[in-house]
C-alpha cells in the first residue's frame, strides 16, 4: 500500500505541477528567493512578513489545486485527507534543494 501511495503522490505532483498558472514570479523564484516554503502539512506557506499580491494570490491559487488534488487522491487510495497532505508534506520537504525553507513541526521556518 506505501508503495501505491508513493506512485500516487508522485504523479499527484506531476499533474499538480503542470496545471500552476502563470504569475509576475514563478514557485520556484519564490522558493529560491525565501518568499515561500513548504509546510509540513503539503501546503505552500509565506515565509516573508510582508509578501506581494502576486505571492498571495499563487499560494492561495496552488494550495486550492493541492487540496482538490490530495482529496482526489485519498479516496482513491482510501486514505484520509490528513494522511495524504501529511505524507505530501513529508515528500515536499525532502525534495526541496538546500537553501529553501521548509516548516518544521514547531511551525518555525528553517533553511534546509
Same mark, same amino acid.
Request: net charge negative; proline share 5%; aromatic share 8%.
Given at each position: 500500500m506505501l508503495r501505491t501511495l508513493?506512485?500516487?503522490l508522485t504523479a499527484g505532483l506531476l499533474a499538480l505541477s503542470l496545471s500552476m498558472p502563470a504569475f509576475a514570479l514563478s514557485l520556484d523564484e519564490a522558493k529560491s528567493s525565501?518568499?515561500?516554503?513548504? $509546510? *509540513?502539512?503539503?501546503?505552500?506557506?509565506?515565509?516573508?512578513s510582508?509578501?506581494?499580491a502576486d505571492v498571495k494570490a499563487m499560494v492561495n491559487?496552488?494550495?486550492?489545486k493541492r $487540496? *482538490?488534488?490530495?482529496q482526489q487522491k485519498a479516496s482513491k487510495a482510501g486514505v484520509s485527507l490528513?494522511?495524504?497532505e501529511l505524507r505530501t508534506g513529508q515528500r515536499l520537504q525532502e525534495m526541496a534543494?538546500?537553501?529553501?525553507?521548509?516548516?518544521?513541526g514547531n511551525g518555525q521556518w528553517r533553511r534546509k
Open positions: 508513493s506512485k500516487i525565501g518568499m515561500v516554503g513548504e $509546510r *509540513a502539512t503539503g501546503y505552500l506557506g509565506i515565509v516573508t510582508s509578501p506581494s491559487e496552488i494550495n486550492s $487540496r *482538490a488534488l490530495y490528513d494522511v495524504m534543494p538546500a537553501g529553501e525553507y521548509i516548516q518544521d
